[in-house]
């Protein structure tokens, strides 16, 4: 199980509160596929449900574990899940850093989120569309790491998934073959009870 990052553009914005600044946003949304190189993924609604509860979020900016903007144990991160995607709540630190990532913001410089997060083989479901594409669905993350500002995706929207394509291909013949196996046993099922019906109106 990879740790994997997804960068997406999204809305937030920078608002003051008590003369102070909040950045306020969405890390991701639900429903919309988009690229990962060799497949397409999306996000189910409700895919974070159960891993918000027992993660201590960060809000870091590039995902720099030196440039932290606040923390969920601490309070200075909210985050949670609504039926648009992972909003999320940051009240920044009175640091250089910080209010220097304040003016990138505003000034339009960064306008991409991103998330770190893990997902068990349980919490994705692959298929291959009629047009040959690969695509993945995330309905359940295993574990929330971060949100983090990020200026300058080295890879447009993601990380390299942490399967090859071959082993995906293995995973999608291994739902093949067990759905055949399910299927045959299914018509000798029904066979069975086709010839005992037979053999009870023979009787």
């Not at 949304?29 to 060799?38: D, Q």
């Not at 030196?66 to 009175?94: E, Q, S």
């Not at 995906?168 to 196996?181: E, T, W």
Request: with cysteine; net charge negative.
């Amino acid at each position: 199980m990879k740790k994997e990052t997804r960068v997406l553009t999204t809305d937030f914005e920078v608002r003051e509160e008590d003369n102070k600044s909040i950045i306020e946003g969405y890390a991701s949304g639900y429903g919309n596929w988009y690229s990962c190189g060799w497949y397409y993924e999306k996000i189910q609604e409700g895919a974070f449900d159960e891993a918000l509860p027992k993660s201590d979020i960060r809000a870091l900016f590039n995902h720099d574990p030196n440039l932290i903007l606040g923390r969920k144990k601490a309070n200075t991160l909210m985050v949670d899940a609504d039926d648009k995607g992972l909003r999320y709540i940051v009240y920044p630190p009175d640091t250089t850093y910080a209010k220097d990532l304040l003016i990138s913001m505003k000034r339009g410089d960064i306008d991409q989120s991103s998330f770190a997060f893990t997902v068990n083989e349980d919490g994705e479901r692959w298929e291959i569309d009629s047009d040959g594409e690969y695509k993945r669905t995330i309905v359940k993350v295993s574990a929330l790491y971060d949100v983090s500002p990020v200026t300058y995706p080295a890879n447009n929207n993601t990380n390299v998934y942490a399967r090859s394509k071959d082993d995906v291909d293995k995973l999608l013949q291994a739902d093949v073959d067990s759905k055949a196996n399910k299927d045959k046993l299914a018509r000798a099922k029904a066979e069975q009870e086709l010839m005992e019906a037979e053999l009870i109106t023979l009787e």
